[in-house]
């Protein structure tokens, strides 16, 4: 059974998730959460917000906390290369697919992006269509360039 519980933040409600051991998940207000959990603010959960919280104020740039994504081994080597995404830098959909050896899979590195369980801490908002343009984001564009915002504005 996982635990999940919420905090109000600057982009709005969102939801975090552990199995115990380690974050599994990382949910906005207009998502579903996961269907077999308990409310509970857990120690790991807490810091997991904590760190959201130092994040959202511009006074982190990287996270320290224990993740598990469940997914692919290629959602996963995806995951991988975002996390890889220096913090206030950009990447597009092409860049990450050379970056897990397949130029040609852009479409699944978006579709990977799309199934990020644990946004924020693997930022995904950190990618963007080839021409620049904010494309698809689980907690809407406006989050997405409000995420960016932050970063730009404490490099």
């Not at 975090?16 to 959990?37: L, P, Q, R, W």
């Not at 050379?98 to 990020?116: D, L, Q, S, W």
């Not at 990618?127 to 730009?152: F, M, Q």
């Amino acid at each position: 059974m996982k635990n999940l519980f919420f905090y109000d933040t600057v982009i709005g409600k969102i939801g975090i998730a552990d199995d115990g051991n380690v974050i599994t998940n990382i949910y906005f207000e207009n998502e579903k959460g996961a269907k077999e959990t308990q409310i509970n603010e857990t120690p790991l959960i807490k810091e997991a917000g904590n760190q959201l919280k130092e994040y959202f104020e511009g006074k982190r740039k990287s996270f320290d906390i224990e993740i598990e994504p469940f997914g692919t081994e290629f959602q996963k080597s995806v995951w991988q290369a975002l996390r890889d995404i220096p913090y206030g830098e950009l990447r597009s959909y092409k860049d990450i697919a050379i970056a897990v050896g397949n130029e040609k899979a852009c479409r699944a590195v978006g579709m990977a992006n799309n199934k990020n369980p644990i946004s924020i801490i693997i930022p995904c908002h950190r990618v963007v269509g080839s021409n620049g343009k904010l494309v698809g984001y689980a907690g809407g564009l406006d989050i997405k360039e409000l995420l960016l915002n932050i970063e730009k504005n404490n490099i």
